[in-house]
């Protein structure tokens, strides 16, 4: 393993890559979107004529080769993948491209295992994850976590990870998601709450008075800190330690991953694993 490198797969426009720079680590930044890749190109020229990134217009897949790739328009593009379906959730246009893909596998190969992956690459945490081996995998991982992909967790597990977190991404909280302990009068009571919601939302006008309300009370974005760093509400926020609250068993973290799955209409979390 290479104690300072990181792999961001989805660099998108750089907000992560600039915080693992800032800690320090080599970069080899993925990104099958042109437009992307140029703005990361500009963003961090020094660091690239330093030789601290390495950044490539690759899509990452289970083959090498070409492929169709689908940019979203609005949404900064974050939304933009492999899947047609998943590059136009919410009706966004999208524009097909034809990318060049390589495997993880092969970029390992090329660059050692890093000390941290960060895969962030719509719908593609599958093929990625499939290219691990136990005993050749880095210290830190992070995927999302997406509805019916479940089978993901599962399989960190079965490279050799012991220890995770389901951390919350949705307006930059970046909070580690409990929920209530099974079998439980907070779990009787958090479901009960869920059901008055969801009765409440079928009535007219309730479901634009609640997002007026979320961005009434949510808070400030952008304010959690890794060390001296402001991680930016789009970003994936803090890695390995410095990621909220204690660690927990693959257990735990598949429960919680099913009871807000079923519980939120929006879905958006990111796992962390370890190993000892």
């Known amino acids: 393993m290479e104690a300072g490198l990181v792999f961001d797969l989805g660099i998108n426009n750089g907000d992560d890559t600039a915080y693992y720079l800032h800690r320090g680590y080599r970069v080899v930044g993925v990104d099958a979107d042109p437009a992307m890749v140029a703005t990361c190109h500009d963003r961090f020229a020094q660091e690239i004529a330093q030789g601290r990134l390495t950044l490539l217009n690759v899509a990452i897949a289970s083959q090498a080769g070409a492929t169709t790739f689908y940019v979203s328009h609005g949404n900064r593009g974050v939304w933009s993948s492999l899947d047609p379906q998943e590059a136009s ?6 524009t097909p491209t034809t990318v060049v893909t390589r495997t993880l596998e092969s970029l390992l190969a090329e660059y050692g295992v890093p000390f941290y992956l960060k895969i962030d690459i719509e719908g593609g945490s599958g093929a990625c994850l499939g290219d691990l081996q136990p005993g050749a995998t880095p210290k830190y991982l992070s995927f999302e976590a997406q509805r019916g992909r479940l089978a993901d967790l599962f399989t960190a597990a079965r490279l050799g990870y ?3 977190k389901l951390i919350d991404q949705l307006y930059g909280s970046f909070h580690q998601a409990v929920p209530p ?3 439980s009068a907070a779990l009787l009571a958090d479901t009960a709450r869920h059901l008055a919601r969801r009765v409440l939302r079928r009535l007219p006008g309730v479901p634009r008075l ?8 949510r808070g400030p974005e ?5 060390g001296n760093w402001v991680c930016p509400p789009s970003s994936s926020g803090p890695m390995a330690e410095d990621t909220d609250g204690p660690w927990r068993s693959v257990e735990d973290v598949a429960y919680a991953w099913l009871y807000y799955a079923a519980k939120q209409e929006t879905f958006w979390y990111d796992v962390h694993c370890t190993h000892d």
Do not use: E, S, Y
């Not at 609640?210 to 009370?217: E, L, N, Q």
């Open 222 to 226: 952008g304010h959690v800190t890794a």
């Open 210 to 217: 609640v997002r007026r309300a979320r961005r009434a009370f």
């Open 181 to 183: 302990p099974l079998h």
């Open 89 to 94: 959730r919410g009706k966004l246009a999208v």
């Open 162 to 164: 012991t220890r995770f």
